[in-house]
């Protein structure tokens, strides 16, 4: 299989008080271009910070991390910021948009920190806020946004650069039941664009809309759920209940 992004015995240990907390416990993980995987498991069980060592955010214990062939678990800061500028894209639960800039802005600054030109950048951004229903919002400012519209704002600007993989932790958690049924709609909609994307939730419903669900625990991944069907819930969640009995 092609991947685009793999995990080999990825590990990640906490320290506190002299203390040794193992957050996750050696991670084989591996992800195609194209695909969508959602991480599914309790609080505590390793989800956000596997997604975080993907992203560069935080550095491994020990283990490998793979980039489209290339191995960047022990890159520096600086070359994991160019990563996250060009291949890695991010959006998050409380989605971290900058409250004293335009939508516009936030949108198009990110494709001009990475080097592309003002008027492509532009464009872009144009775009998608099209795309995705908010281009009448350009002016405004987050705040006057709501949890659904500024959500589409951050899907835009960690698309806006085109990236490969798109992380996403928990990006419907704050979110009622409708605007987080529109963000997976969207999501699905850059999928066949050719982002994988790898997505945490805790929400089956949620889960059910990717095509391959890793349950983890204790810092393992314990199983691994494949969405071939219609029935997309009810088999995520007769997988839940089997793991759970």
Known sequence: MQKILETKQLTKNYQANGTVTPALRGVDLTIAPGEFVALMGPSGCGKSTLLHLLGGLDKPSAGEILLDGRRVDGLGESDWAILRRHQIGFMFQFFNLISNLTVADNVEIPALMAGTPSREARHRRETLLKQLGVA???NATPTRLSGGQQQRVALARALVNRP???LADEPTGNLDSHSAEEVINLLHRANPGG??????THDPRIAAAA????HMRDGRIIHETVIDSDHSVD????????LEA
């Open 136 to 138: 009448d919002k350009a």
């Open 164 to 166: 490969a993989v798109l």
């Open 195 to 200: 982002q994988s994307i790898c997505l945490v």
């Open 211 to 214: 095509g391959r669900v890793l």
């Open 235 to 242: 088999i995520l969640l007769d997988a839940l209940r089997k």
